[in-house]
Structure formats: structure tokens, C-alpha cells
């Protein structure tokens, strides 16, 4: 009974090494080829980091456990803000008072509330997913259209610091190794990880949703803490908030969106009664440190951290 676990945990392993792979290869190479390092960091880095989730949710749908789907991202989302914001706060608070993300926390929650909505159908189908997708279309046009604007204005492009390992002399034959790592070991980790936490979910007869709101949520939310951490660490508050709103923006839009491709995904009526509400609401938690100036002291680690025990404590027993 422990091989599944252990399995899992290979799987998670997989896909935070694959993840990492694809990342830095990607942001290498753009930066070889000339791309805007805001550009990288918002649309490659962004879609490098949520690759897990998209690979786990169109093996999910594949595998016929669309509940691991809806319950990862939808897990992930909550984990990201109370969790990923949570524990890095009992290290060091995060002043976010020095940071300016208005304007990405207004998508984020705009993502939310569309994702809510469109969750009444019933299911994700398809043309909820092309939805899904002209709204992040719209997002990078807006993001695209003010770094351009900020370019004009002869403001630094200072993105280059806050992209890890980014080395725009790195030789072309490191970053393809980086790239086919991560483009064998994403796919590879994903099965992995669904099967086996398919087969927990049966075993002890847990529903794959509940596995998905929780261990597979948290699984693939570990880059996004690691990466918080190390913002924390070195005193960069604005990659921390802005990793866990662009995550969750591109949770929501490309996961879902894409995923849908590849067939429907229902929602379970609970997440309509309980766990979409969770997620809104730990959403509206970040308002008093976007718009009113409030740091994330260790006390609001404490807090932050402490609803999500409860939310997974409730999600567990109920």
C-alpha cells in the first residue's frame, strides 16, 4: 500500500526537477534570441511554472478523473495565497506596502469571478475554455501594451535580476539539454502522479476531487513556494506577490482553457457550495496588502497559514 505513495512522491519530484529544466531553458533562450525580459517573465516563465498543472489536468481528463482536473487548480489557487504567502511570512514579513500590483491583482480577481461564473454550466466545455482563453489574450495584450508604454518612457527594464539563472551568454547546447528535460520529464511526472493518485483516491475510498483540492494541489504549488521563499529571502517582495497572482491568473485562464480541449470538464457540485467560494474569499484576504498598504507581518503568516490547515482539515473530513 505504500508503493502508490512513494510513486506520488516520484512523481512530484519529477515535476519539480522538469519544471525547473523547462523554465530556465525557455527564459534562456528567449533572452538569446532578443525577447524582452518582461515578456519572458510574463508568458514563458508563467507558462513554464503552470506546466505541471496543465500536463496533470489533460492526463487527468485522459485518465477519466476530470476531479484531480478542476480540484488542482482550483487547490492550487488557495494554496498559493494562503500557503505560498503563508509560510514565507513566518520567515520574514513581506512589504508588500513597497510594492505596486494593483493592476495584476485586478486581473487575478477578475480571472476568479469569470471562472466562478462560467462554472454554473454545469462543466467546462470547450467553448468556455476559447472564454478562458480570450480573456488571458486580453490580460497579456494590456501587460504588453504598458511594459511597451513604460520602454517608451526610457524606464529601466530591470526584469533580467529578478529572473533566476537567466544568462543570456548561456551556449545553445546547455539550453536544449535544459528544454528536453523538460519537455520528457513534465509528461512523464504527470502520468505518474495522476495514476498513482487515482489509485490512493480508490483505495481509500477518497473522491479524485478531494485528491485533487489536496495532495496534488499542494504537489504542484512547491515551485511556486520555492520560488516565494527565495523571493522573501532576498528581500523581493514584488516577485513574491506577483509569482502567486500571475500563477493564479494562469491557473484559471490557460490551465483550464486549455484542458478543455481534450474533453469537458464537469464541476462537482461542491465546488459550486464550498471550495470556489474558498478560493474567492482567500483572494479578497489580499486586498488590505494590495490597496491599503498593510504588510504580511508573522502574524499574518500564522494566520494565512493556519486557514488553509482549516480548509484542508475541512475538505479531508467532510
Not at 482550483?74 to 520567515?91: D, Q
Not at 528535460?181 to 479524485?208: H, Q
Not at 499574518?300 to 490547515?309: M, Q
Amino acid at each position: 500500500m505504500m508503493m502508490p505513495w512513494v510513486l506520488s512522491g516520484l512523481g512530484f519530484l519529477i515535476l519539480l526537477l522538469a519544471g525547473d529544466a523547462l523554465v530556465r531553458g525557455a527564459v534562456n533562450l528567449s533572452l538569446r534570441l532578443g525577447v524582452p525580459a518582461f515578456i519572458v517573465s510574463l508568458t514563458i516563465v508563467a507558462f513554464g511554472t503552470s506546466a505541471p498543472e496543465l500536463l496533470i489536468a489533460i492526463s487527468a481528463i485522459k485518465d477519466h478523473a476530470p476531479g484531480i482536473a478542476l480540484g488542482n487548480v482550483v487547490g492550487s489557487n488557495t494554496a498559493n495565497i494562503l500557503l505560498v504567502l503563508g509560510i514565507p511570512a513566518l520567515i520574514a514579513t513581506l512589504h508588500t506596502s513597497e510594492c505596486d500590483t494593483r493592476k495584476s491583482y485586478l486581473y487575478m480577481l477578475g480571472a476568479t469571478v469569470l471562472f466562478i461564473v462560467l462554472a454554473f454550466s454545469g462543466d467546462y466545455s470547450i467553448g468556455d475554455g476559447l472564454i478562458l482563453l480570450l480573456a488571458l489574450g486580453i490580460v497579456l495584450a494590456l501587460s504588453f501594451r504598458e511594459a511597451h508604454q513604460h520602454r517608451l518612457a526610457g524606464e529601466p527594464d530591470d526584469h533580467l535580476e529578478v529572473i533566476e539563472d537567466a544568462d543570456p551568454s548561456m551556449p545553445f547546447w546547455r539550453i536544449s539539454i535544459y528544454i528536453v528535460l523538460g519537455l520528457i520529464g513534465l509528461p512523464l511526472g504527470a502520468n505518474i502522479l495522476v495514476e498513482n493518485a487515482t489509485v490512493i483516491a480508490l483505495t481509500y475510498g477518497v473522491s479524485d476531487t478531494v485528491i485533487g483540492l489536496t495532495l496534488v494541489a499542494v504537489g504542484t504549488s512547491l515551485p511556486e513556494l520555492a520560488t516565494t521563499v527565495m523571493a522573501v529571502i532576498r528581500r523581493q517582495t514584488d516577485v513574491a506577490m506577483g509569482n502567486v497572482l500571475g500563477s493564479n491568473m494562469f491557473n484559471l485562464l490557460a490551465i483550464i482553457g486549455i484542458a478543455t480541449w481534450f474533453g469537458p470538464i464537469p464541476v462537482d457540485p461542491e465546488f459550486l457550495h464550498f471550495d470556489l467560494w474558498v478560493m474567492l474569499a482567500a483572494s479578497l484576504l489580499l486586498i488590505p496588502f494590495v490597496f491599503l498598504g498593510r504588510d504580511i507581518t508573522r502574524l499574518w503568516g500564522v494566520v494565512l497559514t493556519g486557514l488553509y490547515v482549516v480548509y484542508v482539515t475541512i475538505v479531508l473530513v467532510y
